[in-house]
């Protein structure tokens, strides 16, 4: 149950995806005066190295931050890859820049450090993070007690998808609740919908952030349109955007092409987004594409609805 490790993903194309749209997201909630509360089901271990053991072993990174950041940083000579950077892809360089001050890019912020450095101390805006996995909430206990956050991050070693319902409706009535379980068991899309489901019941206003792999598995494939039945039963809006980078073609020593291996594909689905979210990935998505793309298969798409 435990083999899922964040590590060897950090900062692969699907947390480009991801992170994009949630500090997208997030800038737009903490624009309200009142107080915003955020509650991440399965946090992870917080931060990650890109030059460690786990991120090196896997490499993912190089396909996804590491190369989006060779072609979009700023050169003297102004030969980037893309010349207007979309405003959120944009955003979501600099938030990882600032997690390394030496200029290298040696570390990956998850998103409980993503959100706790967008959030407002004097809103006095609140994040929940749970994790289960033994290693990883020890890490992410450390590393959260190193940011000296007090009482505006609380860490429990607890089921995100049962602990999630004590925190729904936040006191403000406003929040965001970000999902994106490992999905190394096939019950992790059918608990997704069912908290889906539950937390549009409790705190029908909230914003919903579900993240998944798309994979060949009938449960992955039919989940985003679980997803939209239920907010359009619920007669709520949602925003559904999906990146596929391709299948990169290897060849092996003798000269014959392999097919590359590891995720190629991930979708995040948004109940009540932001009205700027749809425009603002109108035009990061496809800048993502044209940098990240590797081979067949490479695509992009945005939909919504409600």
């Known amino acids: 149950m435990y083999s899922y490790r964040h590590a060897f993903h950090a900062g692969n194309h699907a947390d480009v995806l991801k992170h ?15 107080a915003l509360t955020v509650v991440d089901t399965h946090a992870g271990a917080g931060l990650y190295r890109l ?32 010349k207007d950077i979309a405003p959120v892809l944009q955003d979501y360089l ?5 997690f390394n001050h030496s200029g290298a890019l040696k570390i990956y912020p998850g998103s409980p450090f993503i959100i706790q450095r967008l959030l407002r101390q004097e809103a006095r805006d609140k994040l929940k993070l749970f994790e289960m996995h033994p290693t990883d909430i020890k890490a ?4 959260i007690a190193q940011l000296k956050a007090g009482r505006q991050v609380a860490v429990a070693r607890e089921d995100g998808f049962e602990g999630l319902k004590a925190f729904l409706p936040p006191p403000s009535r406003r929040g965001l609740v970000l999902i994106d379980p490992s999905y ?25 952030a579900v993240w998944y792999p798309v994979i060949p598995r009938p449960e992955a494939h039919d989940l985003p349109r679980r997803l939209k039945t239920l907010a359009n039963q619920a ?3 949602w925003l559904h955007a999906t990146l ?27 109940v009540n987004p932001p009205h700027t979210l749809k425009p603002a990935m109108q035009a990061a998505l496809p800048q993502m594409l044209e940098v990240l793309g590797r081979g ?3 695509a992009q798409s945005l939909e919504s609805g409600g």
């Open 20 to 34: 994009t749209m949630l500090i997208a997201i997030v800038r737009h909630l903490v624009q309200k005066d009142a």
């Open 51 to 82: 030059d460690g053991d786990y991120a090196g072993t896997s490499g993912e990174a190089a396909d996804g931050v590491i190369k989006l950041f060779a072609a979009l940083k700023p050169t003297k000579s102004g030969d980037n890859a893309i």
């Open 94 to 98: 600099d938030v990882v820049t600032g």
């Open 140 to 143: 992410l206990a450390g590393n």
């Open 184 to 208: 190394e068991i096939k019950n992790d899309y059918a608990k997704v919908s069912a908290c889906i489901q539950d937390s549009l019941k409790r705190f029908a206003t909230g914003t919903y």
């Open 235 to 237: 007669g709520k809006p």
């Open 244 to 270: 596929a980078i391709g299948q990169a073609e290897e060849r092996n020593v003798i000269g014959e092409p392999e097919r590359g291996q590891g995720l190629t594909a991930s979708g995040m689905f948004i």
């Open 296 to 298: 067949r298969g490479q």
